[in-house]
C-alpha cells in the first residue's frame, strides 16, 4: 500500500505511531505545517527542516487558481516545485469553496464557483478534485467534502452528510498515481447521531485513512470535546485518524487524548505575522514595551536558532519597523515549537505520562502568560 501505519505504544487512547509515504515517514501525533500555496510563509524549505517538520500540507483550492494544477504537474508535482521531499498532504479545496458564501453554487453533482483572485467561473466535482489532486501529486489527498460551518440545523447537516459520502464513493472511483492515498472525511456538524453514521458508512467504503471535518468552525469548546471525544474512537483502531483545521496546544492535548493522529493549522506562521509567539511559558506578543529592552532569548527553553541567535528586544524592533525578518524569525520559532511540542508528546505517551505531560504544559503556560504579557 501506498500508505503504512504503525502504533508504537499506547497510554490510554493516546497513540503513537509512524506514517510511512512513498516520500518518507513522519512520526504520530503529527502537526502538519500548513505550506498553502506550495509554500510556508516567510520560510524555506531549508528553514523547515530546521525547524524539524516533518509533513506539510498544501491547499487544492489555491492551487487550482494560481499557477494552475497543470503547470505543477509539467514541474514535476508538488514535492518538486517547492523542493520538498518530505511527506505532503493535500486538502481538497471543499472548506475553502464553501467559505466563498454566496460565490459557490452547490449541487448533487457538485459546485460552481467564482474565483475570489479574479472573479473568473469555475465547477469542481467529486471527479475534478481528484483529478487536480492526480496531478499535484500529494501523497495523501483528501476527498472531496460540504463542510458544514456552526450553527448548521440537523436536516441541513444530514443533507451534508448525504453530499458528502456519495462524493466520497465517486472519489474512491477516480485512480490516483501508485504513490497517493485518499482519506475519507466525516462530516455531521455537533450531531452524534450523524456524526456515528457517517463513520459507519465511511469504514464500509474501506479507505487507508479518516479524517474528522466540520469541527473548530465556531462552536463553543465543550461542543467541539463532545464530539470529537464521542466521534475519535469509532474510527478504526489500525487507521490513521486526522483532526482537521485544529491548533491551539490545549485543543491538540484533547484530541490526543482521544486518540487522534494528525493535526493542521495555520496558527504558527499566521500569529508569527502578527508579532505572536508560542512559548513554553504562554504566548508572547512581540510589539509590548516590556520587550524592546529585554536582552533574554523569546523562549529560555527552545533550542530553534532564533532563540539562540536573536534576543526579544531584536526580534521587539523587527517587528515594530515591520521588517520582513521578524515575520521569518517568529515563523520558524513557532513551526519550530509546535513540532517541539509533538516530539514532547509522543515521548510522554511512549513513557505512559502523557496525562501528567499535558497537564503541567498547560498549568505552566496558563501561569507565565498571566505574569508576563
Known sequence: MPLSFRIQARDGKARRGTIETAHGCFDTPAFMTVGTRATVKALTPDQLREAQAQVL????????????????EKMGGLHSFMNWNGPILTDSGGFQIFSLGNLVDIGDEGVIFTSHY???????????AMEIQRALGADMVMAFDQCSDYPFEYDSSRACVERTLRWARACKEVPLKPHQTLLGIVQGS?????RAEATERLIEM??????????????????????????????????????????????????IAQGVDMFDCVIPTRHARNNQAFTWQG???LRNAIYTEDPGPLDPDCQCSTCQDFSRAYLSHLVRTREML?????????????????????????????????RSVIERMQSESKRTP
Open 326 to 358: 521578524g515575520a521569518t524569525l517568529l515563523s520558524l520559532h513557532n513551526v519550530h515549537f509546535f513540532q517541539d511540542l509533538m516530539r514532547q508528546t509522543r515521548q510522554a505517551i511512549e513513557e505512559a505520562r502523557f496525562e501528567s505531560f499535558t
Open 190 to 194: 455537533t450531531y452524534e447521531d450523524l
Open 118 to 128: 479574479d472573479g473568473s467561473r469555475h465547477a469542481v466535482s467529486p471527479h475534478r
Open 57 to 72: 500540507l498544501a491547499n487544492t483550492y489555491h492551487l487550482m487558481l494560481r499557477p494552475g494544477e497543470s503547470i505543477i
Open 283 to 285: 504566548r508572547k506578543n
Open 206 to 255: 474501506d479507505f487507508e485513512a479518516y479524517a474528522i471535518g466540520g469541527l473548530a468552525v465556531g462552536e463553543p469548546r465543550d461542543e467541539f470535546q463532545r464530539i470529537l471525544a464521542h466521534g475519535a474512537p469509532l474510527l478504526p483502531d489500525d487507521r490513521p485518524r486526522y483532526l482537521m483545521g485544529v491548533g491551539p496546544p490545549s485543543d491538540l492535548f484533547f484530541a
